[in-house]
């Protein structure tokens, strides 16, 4: 058992306290946010041990890991200092948002043998996880081409999303670079396809709305693309094509994340409420299948700082081909998030702290989800420029001793 300290109580933050409370595995859990409100409002909703001041408060506190749901281009400089510090990380995506950050973290993890943990939820989307089922039977022959895309509208959640988090200075951050994002399309695909991308082609779509969000003159990032399409170059000789979208007329809030597999025996296509399975025999309905049960009551305290638009990313269960076998019995009542897979990231990191065994989505698989993205953008900076995609190698030999 292990205790475990918040880095960050905003909206994503009380569905994963929530669960770590319950969790058998899981001791005293504290927390700090930048906003002292927030944090205290944390600890009361989900009756956690107590606050500290700070995020370098809790690092010298006798925590043994963080769980860092901050803003998503400040998690490699947090998680670096954590690991230094001696804690085993949980880290919402992305990983990072440069190559020499995710190389910090992964030498911080060899150098102190800690658990880090990046939680990507398309790991466990039904749809990967049926695709990496299909893949292990040999379903689809040879794999040769996938896609993902992550086509979240703004106007679907994102701009209260940032008003929230941002405060006054709210659009400067609404403009954070879609490709710099990447992890639920990549992931979502390599988290079924044991390969990973050696080169990228990316176009940027430069918005055109004049709000303010996505202008070069506001943006802290210097952004100006709200719509962005990647082509990967894999490392066995496929393709993989993911799109990043943010100014989309499609119903996210209904899939955010959708997938396609096709492979020389069988292939895999979604749609936002349609999900098929086909061959050179027909095709195969398999919505039913790959589609999580609603468990959680809307007015749940946890969803009281979740923006209305994104309140069915947090309340959907799991599907039937999510295998809960392994999950704690804790759980089994306790609403899911993200199509099914908060369980199972909160269990991951549980099960990886307390065994000193490497979780799915270590750093090493978490660079591969994260750096193509990092790659594509400046691709997409270059005019669509072919780029090498450097690569960090497995975790093979590496281990997370206590």
């Not at 995710?102 to 039904?126: C, F, H, K, Q, W």
């Not at 695909?189 to 991308?197: E, F, I, R, S």
């Amino acid at each position: 058992m292990f205790s475990l300290g918040f880095v960050g109580a905003g909206q994503f933050a009380g569905q994963f306290a929530r669960l770590w409370r319950l969790h058998p595995g899981v001791g005293d859990i504290l927390a700090t946010d930048l906003l002292p409100e927030r944090a205290a409002r944390l600890v009361a909703e989900q009756d956690l041990a107590g606050t500290v001041p700070s995020f370098e408060a809790m690092l010298d506190s006798d925590v043994d890991a963080v769980a860092i749901f901050t803003q998503r281009w400040t998690h490699g400089p947090l998680v670096v200092q954590a690991l230094r510090a001696g804690k085993h990380v949980y880290s919402a995506v992305p990983m990072a948002v440069t190559e020499a950050e995710i190389a910090a973290i992964i030498d911080a993890v060899r150098d102190t043998g800690l658990t880090y943990m990046m939680g990507e939820t398309s790991y466990y989307n039904p749809a990967t996880v049926y695709a990496r089922d299909q893949a292990a039977k040999g379903a689809f022959g040879r794999l040769f081409y996938a896609e993902g895309d992550y086509v979240h509208d703004m106007d679907l959640g994102f701009y209260d999303a940032y008003r929230y988090s941002g405060g006054e200075n709210w659009k400067s951050t609404a403009s954070y670079p879609p490709l710099l994002y990447p992890t639920h399309a990549i992931g979502g695909v390599l988290g079924a396809w044991p390969t990973h991308a050696v080169s990228v082609s990316a176009v940027g779509v430069r918005d055109d709305r004049g709000d303010g969000v996505f202008d070069k003159a506001i943006s802290q990032f210097g952004n100006d693309f709200s719509n962005c399409t990647a082509l990967f170059e894999l490392a066995d000789g496929g393709a993989l094509r993911t799109n990043e979208f943010r100014r989309v007329g499609y119903p996210s809030h209904l899939r955010e994340s959708r997938f396609r597999f096709f492979g020389t025996d069988g292939s895999l296509e979604q749609l936002a409420t349609v999900s098929l399975w086909q061959n050179r025999d027909g095709v195969q309905d398999v919505t039913e299948h790959l589609q999580p049960l609603s468990t959680m009551d809307p007015s749940d305290p946890s969803l009281a700082h979740v923006a209305p638009a994104l309140r069915d990313a947090f309340t959907s269960g799991s599907a039937p081909v999510h295998d809960r076998s392994r999950l704690p019995a804790e759980f089994a009542t306790v609403a899911n998030g993200h199509e099914g897979s908060h369980h199972f990231l909160a269990d991951d990191f549980v099960t990886a702290v307390n065994t000193g065994s490497l979780p799915p989505v270590n750093a090493w698989v978490a660079a591969r989800y994260t750096l193509p993205g990092i790659i594509a953008h400046q691709s997409a900076l270059e005019g669509g420029a072919r780029l090498a995609i450097p690569d960090f190698g497995t975790s093979e030999g590496e281990s997370c001793p206590q």
